[in-house]
């Protein structure tokens, strides 16, 4: 699977691939998942719950967005992949924090369903022909290629990652 090229993928996303190691990315993708996942699930639910500031989100609701951010770059892959033309939506981070349910939920379960999204992430990757890698398509008003979505979803839950350690203090 091909590092993607500045063209194919939002400017901005460029910053979440470079965090992604050379190497082969389902491979790299497994081994982040089963990382996640120990390094969280030895925190216990009271770290999980706490933030580093006031007003600033628990370490389940990083984790819940990871998992969210995951679930809506594999949307885009399919849609597009699959010869979607219309325009996909965009992803306002804050609207779905506010909405996804952390507060009544202990960070095994959050840990859990990242563990299971990620494993349905590689089926999908894994399953894409020569075709659907290279098809393009408009998510939040901006064009990007297939072959940009994994790179960037795993990027993504890097920095999120950087963040959990550098400011939480988690691992």
Same mark, same amino acid.
């Given at each position: 699977?091909?590092?993607?090229?500045?063209?194919?993928?939002?400017?901005?996303?460029? !910053?979440?691939?470079?965090?992604?190691?050379?190497?082969?990315?389902?491979?790299?993708?497994?081994?982040?998942?089963?990382?996640?996942?120990?390094?969280?699930?030895?925190?216990?639910?009271?770290?999980?719950?706490?933030?580093?500031?006031?007003?600033?989100?628990?370490?389940?609701?990083?984790?819940?967005?990871?998992?969210?951010?995951?679930?809506?770059?594999?949307?885009?892959?399919?849609?597009?992949?699959?010869?979607?033309?219309?325009?996909?939506?965009?992803?306002?981070?804050?609207?779905?924090?506010?909405?996804?349910?952390?507060?009544?939920?202990?960070? !095994?379960?959050?840990?859990?369903?990242?563990?299971?999204?990620?494993?349905? !992430?590689?089926?999908?990757?894994?399953?894409?022909?020569?075709?659907?890698?290279?098809?393009?398509?408009?998510?939040?008003?901006?064009?990007?290629?297939?072959? !940009?979505?994994?790179?960037?979803?795993?990027?993504?839950?890097?920095?999120?990652?950087?963040?959990?350690?550098?400011?939480?203090?988690?691992?």
């Amino acid at each position: 699977m091909q590092r993607p090229g500045p063209g194919d993928h939002p400017s901005f996303f460029q !910053s979440y691939i470079d965090r992604v190691p050379e190497g082969d990315l389902l491979t790299h993708l497994e081994r982040q998942g089963r990382a996640v996942c120990e390094l969280l699930a030895g925190i216990g639910e009271a770290k999980g719950a706490s933030a580093y500031a006031p007003g600033k989100w628990t370490v389940k609701r990083v984790l819940q967005h990871v998992v969210d951010g995951e679930r809506l770059f594999c949307y885009r892959a399919l849609c597009i992949a699959r010869g979607e033309t219309g325009p996909l939506p965009g992803f306002d981070e804050n609207l779905y924090a506010a909405n996804d349910g952390t507060p009544g939920l202990l960070l !095994s379960d959050v840990v859990a369903e990242f563990a299971a999204v990620r494993v349905a !992430s590689i089926l999908l990757f894994r399953g894409l022909d020569g075709a659907a890698w290279v098809r393009r398509g408009v998510a939040n008003g901006q064009a990007v290629a297939v072959r !940009s979505l994994p790179w960037i979803l795993a990027g993504h839950e890097l920095h999120h990652l950087a963040v959990l350690r550098e400011r939480y203090g988690v691992g």
